[in-house]
């Protein structure tokens, strides 16, 4: 594939994958943050890169991780995406920890799941691959998430695995799912 079709074809990758963000932050009662997602995107740091391994079939940033061993993109994209588990990870003392992610954040980042699966997956994407692309990559990824970042990711995308993307993105019960969450894992803390 030479440079001109890699640029068209990444760019229409991002641009399918934000459209989907944006569908699926409507749904989620969040629409700003779904027409505001991943514009870093489209900055010379993060697209040169994605154009340079773009294949079509994997993330850019995952090719170049194995490439080079780390990808510049994905360095300078999550840390100006708070939609990103690893934009909410601190370390005190030699001691990484995750912090719970703001409720909109959150939601944006299942939102990014859903599309990010639904894009590479294509024709062959069915719901229940979130939930298990989500147990997968959680097992492999070295980042500190806070438990109940952790508890709510799973929950949803099990809701969303059980009875669809539509009764998972319900805005009443993200709020309420995450309110939950959130205070058990307060009262845990207090405790």
């Known amino acids: 594939m030479n440079i001109i079709v890699k640029t068209f074809k990444h760019l229409h990758t991002i641009n399918k994958h ?3 963000v944006f569908k699926y932050s409507i749904k989620a009662g969040i629409p700003f943050r779904g027409l505001v997602h991943d514009l870093s995107k489209y900055s010379p740091t993060e ?14 940033l995952t090719l170049a991780k194995l490439d ?23 370390a005190t003392d030699n001691i990484r920890v995750g912090i ?6 959150i939601v944006e980042s299942i939102c990014d799941k859903i ?19 989500w147990k997968k990559e959680v097992k492999k990824n070295p980042t500190a998430i806070h438990p109940a970042v952790l508890e709510f990711y799973d929950t949803v995308l099990a809701k969303i695995a059980e009875d669809g993307i539509n009764a998972g993105l319900k805005p009443k019960y993200l709020k309420q799912t995450y ?10 803390n207090k405790s």
């Open 179 to 188: 309110n939950t969450i959130k205070n058990k894992h307060i009262k845990k």
């Open 100 to 105: 719970l992610m703001p409720y909109k954040y």
């Open 18 to 20: 934000r459209w989907y």
């Open 47 to 60: 697209f040169f890169e994605s154009v340079k391994y773009f294949d079509g079939h994997k993330s850019p």
């Open 115 to 133: 599309s990010a699966t639904k894009v590479y997956n294509g024709k062959n994407f069915n719901q229940k691959q979130i939930l298990e692309i």
């Open 68 to 90: 080079k061993g780390y990808s510049e993109a994905l360095l300078h994209h999550k840390g100006r995406n708070k939609h990103h588990l690893e934009y909410w990870e601190d």
